[in-house]
């Protein structure tokens, strides 16, 4: 199960996944996108691919959601944290509902999204939970001060959950992206000046794009890193 898996990042997972042979629900709030996104991949994937419409932001509807998932691909095993809102805002105009819906959007759900598909991944008898943070909260940027926070927070999270759940065989890791140019990033905020400056602090001189992350979030959702909990993977080009 993937998390704003309809565009994006989370649709280059939903898509990997499927290609994988593997049982795949995701949930988004885009009911546009996300339906055309399901019919898309079920007419090459092995297995029908389930689209969840939710909005995260509410507990009740992440609970339903989750639920609606874990039916449709009978085994609920994998549990992947991508949804995410990366508003730019500034220090001193922040007011206390912008922060809330910020943290509801990047943190809260995150656990509420754990805490629903727990059930699943003990009846599956092991599993493994990927939460999507971000480099951003290392690179003290002054633009996003409630996001960096969430995503420090993620890390966070993500060890208190590890320590929780490995004894009963869940692993839980945490993908830390760079920066990754989507279409909404350069609709929103990337310019191909911001772009060409972070490649040229890279090791790596490429922009990083969604199928970069593909790899990382498979082989910490697979058996290849059985052994792996409580991690974080820096996927950032050699940015940091």
């Given amino acids: 199960m993937i998390t704003g898996g309809a565009t994006g990042i989370g649709a280059a997972l939903t898509a990997a996944f499927a290609a994988q042979g593997a049982r795949v629900a995701f949930i988004d709030i885009d009911r546009y996108n996300g339906p055309l996104l399901a019919d898309k991949l079920t007419n090459t994937s092995r297995h029908p691919v389930t689209y969840v419409g939710a909005d995260l932001r509410q507990v009740a509807e992440t609970r339903a959601a989750v639920d609606e998932a874990g039916r449709a691909v009978g085994e609920l095993s994998v549990l992947v944290n991508n949804a995410a809102w990366d508003d730019r805002h500034d220090l001193a105009t ?56 969430a995503k420090a927070g993620i890390v966070g999270l993500t060890k208190s959950l590890a320590g929780r759940l490995g004894g009963e065989g869940i692993r839980v890791n945490a993908i830390l992206p760079g920066m990754i140019v ?36 498979l082989f910490l959702a697979s058996a290849a890193s059985a052994g792996m909990t409580a991690q974080t993977m820096i996927i950032d080009g050699g940015l940091l």
């Fill in 182 to 217: 989507t279409e909404r990033q350069k609709r929103l905020w990337l310019t191909e000046e911001a772009i060409a400056s972070t490649v040229a602090r890279q090791c790596l001189k490429r922009p990083l794009v969604p199928a970069d992350l593909v790899g990382p979030c």
């Fill in 94 to 149: 922040v007011s206390e509902a912008y922060w809330d819906e910020a943290q509801s959007v990047n943190l809260k759900q995150v656990f509420f999204c754990c805490q629903a598909a727990l059930p699943h991944l003990q009846q599956a008898g092991s599993g493994a939970i990927v939460n999507f943070s971000s480099i951003a909260y290392l690179l003290n940027m002054g633009d996003l001060p409630s996001y960096a926070a």
